[in-house]
């Protein structure tokens, strides 16, 4: 798991609070995910970023916004959540350029929004 | 778009006993299958894979099996222990996205 790390592991927002989760990989990989995953559904793939350039937004909402500085740190910024987008947020890097094959996930930041 | 469904959603069996998970997907041009283990808060941690020009993999006490034709991929564990108790997941894939199963709650009981 040291392989790729999330800070904060926990995190308790109100609705107007705005507020950055952190990710960063150890493993020289080329591309890094964002998941939500929710209490009794799928993952579900927020962002997809390719040698730091953004290839996939799977109609995340506006209130969700991603940032890849370098190929090693993937931030999330958030601002104006709801209630339901509580859950914890994974992140996972992989060695293709492309994005294909194995992904390495790091253990998740818990997100309560009161 | 691929559409993964995994079952059962939960599975207990006897420490010693074998436990089984299968996986079905629907876009036949998926040549990716990776399984997961995620223990209580934890991440998702890749235990095995497969791709789609292998039929069968095995790893000490885990094996997995694809049926390209059929469009499903279970997942073995024999000789289970209590620490194999977990949330398993399995994925498909082709290009770029992995599509996850909704998990399956293993208790291996003493």
């Known amino acids: 798991e040291t392989g790729v790390t999330q800070t904060p592991r926990h995190l308790v927002m109100g609705m107007t609070n705005k507020k950055s989760l952190k990710c960063e990989q150890h493993?020289?990989?080329?591309?890094m995910y964002w998941y939500k995953q929710s209490a009794k559904k799928p993952l579900e793939l927020m962002f997809v970023y390719s040698l730091e350039e953004r290839v996939e937004n799977n109609s995340v909402p506006s209130r969700f916004s991603p940032e890849c500085p370098n190929s090693s740190h993937l931030f999330l910024h958030l601002h104006t959540l709801q209630p339901e987008d509580s859950a914890l947020y994974l992140c996972?890097?992989?060695?293709?350029?492309?994005?294909?094959?194995?992904?390495?996930f790091g253990p998740g930041t818990r997100l309560t929004v009161t | 778009g691929e559409n993964v469904e995994q079952h059962p959603s939960t599975l207990s069996v006897q420490e010693g006993d074998s436990a089984v998970i299968k996986c079905t997907y629907s876009?036949?041009?998926?040549?990716?299958f990776p399984w997961y283990k995620q223990e209580l808060g934890k991440g998702p941690q890749l235990i095995i894979d497969?791709?789609?020009?292998?039929g069968e993999k095995k790893d000490q006490r885990i094996a997995v099996t694809l049926n390209k034709t059929a469009k499903h991929f279970s997942l073995h564990i024999t000789e289970t222990q209590p620490e194999d108790s977990a949330v398993y997941f399995c994925?498909?894939?082709?290009?770029?996205?992995?599509?996850f199963g909704s998990g399956t709650q293993l208790t291996v009981l003493p």
């Open positions: 876009d036949s041009a998926s040549n990716y």
């Open positions: 493993l020289g990989h080329n591309a």
């Open positions: 996972a890097s992989s060695p293709g350029s492309s994005g294909t094959g194995e992904q390495y």
């Open positions: 497969i791709r789609s020009n292998v």
């Open positions: 994925a498909a894939t082709q290009l770029r996205q992995l599509t």
